[in-house]
């Protein structure tokens, strides 16, 4: 079964750096999506994207944050300066069409991110 | 604010039992609502529900959604160890000419021999 692919699987990374999480959809999915998880908190949505565009963001996606597709196959979140509640397990996600047909949208097995 | 309540937090059973996990939800603009199991990391795919009164299954797992009452349930008969999971409940929600998944904290399963 196709599946997200994301690196790393775990980053540390000292408070004020610069990261970038990357993440591999599923080929013929069009919709890709970062979601994040605090440790003991719920999945909360960050932002969606859509041909080479932000679809829709969360108040939590400032503009600290950023995402892109380089290259047709990456989508990758990248986070400036750091901060420790930063600190989080972040899924990326994917779909074929911008609502979650048939199976719903595909996650990734997530990035934790710990901010030192 | 859109807000999806899933209870129990937690539950511990014996294998062999059956469970019952809820989620209540309140949003608007509601499309569907979607099970995921989460053991180490990625929430993998359950169920998908968009219509009221229709069960869905698949193994020893069904669903229903009641649209009305604004929840679903997620039954596990005959419970394995292997069920032991974090449960997650997330109502797919238009936000204009997107969808995005607002989730609830989730039920952690645990099932001893």
């Known amino acids: 079964e196709p599946e997200v692919t994301q690196t790393p699987s775990h980053q540390v990374t000292q408070m004020g750096q610069e990261v970038i999480l990357r993440c591999v959809p599923i080929s013929n999915h069009l919709y890709f999506y970062w979601y994040r998880q605090i440790l003991g908190q719920k999945v909360e949505f960050l932002v969606s994207?859509?041909?080479?565009?932000?679809s829709e963001k969360s108040e939590i996606f400032d503009d600290q944050f950023s995402v892109e597709r380089p290259d047709g196959s990456n989508f990758t979140l990248k986070i400036r300066s750091t901060k420790l509640e930063d600190s989080a397990m972040y899924f990326c996600?994917?779909?074929?069409?911008?609502w979650g047909q048939g199976r719903g949208y595909t996650f990734g097995s997530g990035t934790r991110l710990t901010v030192v | 604010e859109d807000k999806v309540v899933q209870s129990p937090l937690s539950l511990v059973v014996h294998e062999g039992d059956t469970v019952t996990l809820n989620c209540s939800y309140e949003v608007t603009n509601f499309r569907s609502l979607l099970w995921y199991k989460q053991e180490k990391k990625a929430p993998t795919f359950l169920f998908m529900l968009?219509?009221?009164?229709i069960e869905k299954k698949s193994g020893r797992l069904s669903s229903i959604l009641d649209k009305k009452e604004l929840f679903s349930i997620l039954n596990i008969t005959a419970t394995q160890t292997g069920d032991s999971a974090i449960y997650l409940c997330a109502v797919e929600v238009s936000g204009g000419s997107n969808y995005k998944l607002t989730f609830g904290k989730g039920t952690l399963l645990t099932v001893n021999p």
């Open positions: 994207f859509y041909n080479n565009e932000i």
């Open positions: 968009t219509s009221s009164g």
């Open positions: 996600a994917s779909s074929r069409t911008f």
